[in-house]
């Protein structure tokens, strides 16, 4: 397809779990970005990938969040031990270096 | 995280009436962005703006970045029903975006 995907679109899951949610960004693109949006907020960073390597990981909010792109294409946002308060929508979205972040639909988490 | 302030928070305006936005930071921006967001959809770019002052239309929008780099407004003129969505601010760190609190827009006809 011509724009960022996101798998799934929907993962309900129960505390404690561990979740894996993936981006397909738009071809050629070589930054990567992830936001997390809560009800009623705008997106909020998480990570930024230029190429394979995280350029900034400074919004992640600790270390049961981790994410790869090992062959800076497809990029996996890994959740450990999720807790309630990780319940968002995570967005991911694309760029062809500075240039416009094109947005993905996102994928709705839910922490029960 | 740190997120920008926008107002209203909410709009309910009739069909063909202007409406105004605006976004304010504490902290310099060299890029104010401009988005909106449909229901179950990311969001999407409406007008970027790169310099202090800067006025840049995009058909009825038109939007303006700050001369202290520290905020931003939307106008929407004419609006129309596919107008309804939440609208966002941004500001572009490095290669971050830090995102406003939103403005909803609806439009009756």
């Known amino acids: 397809g011509a724009g960022v995907s996101q798998t799934p679109s929907n993962k309900v899951t129960e505390k404690g779990k561990y979740v894996e949610l993936r981006c397909d960004p738009i071809s050629g693109h070589t930054a990567l970005y992830w936001y997390r949006q809560s009800l009623g907020q705008g997106p909020e960073f998480l990570i930024y990938f230029q190429g394979t390597g995280a350029a900034d990981d400074s919004g992640l909010p600790n270390d049961r969040f981790f994410a790869v792109r090992p062959e800076g294409s497809v990029s996996t946002l890994k959740i450990q031990r999720t807790e309630r308060g990780d319940s968002a929508v995570y967005l991911c979205?694309?760029?062809?270096?500075?240039?416009?972040?094109?947005f993905g639909p996102g994928t709705r988490l839910t922490v029960l | 995280g740190q997120q920008l302030n926008q107002s209203p928070q909410s709009m309910f305006i009739q069909e063909g009436e202007d409406v105004s936005m605006n976004c304010t930071s504490s902290?310099?921006?060299?890029?104010w962005l401009w988005y909106k967001q449909d229901p179950g959809e990311g969001p999407v770019l409406l007008i970027a703006l790169y310099k202090a002052g800067e006025l840049t239309s995009n058909g009825r929008l038109t939007a303006q970045f700050g001369i202290t780099r520290k905020d931003s407004f939307l106008n929407i003129s004419a609006s129309i029903p596919s107008d309804v969505g939440i609208y966002f601010c941004?500001?572009?760190?490095?290669?971050?975006?830090?995102f406003g609190t939103g403005t909803r827009l609806q439009v009756f006809p």
């Open positions: 979205a694309s760029s062809a270096g500075a240039d416009t972040q094109y």
């Open positions: 902290s310099i921006f060299n890029t």
């Open positions: 941004a500001g572009r760190i490095t290669d971050k975006l830090i």
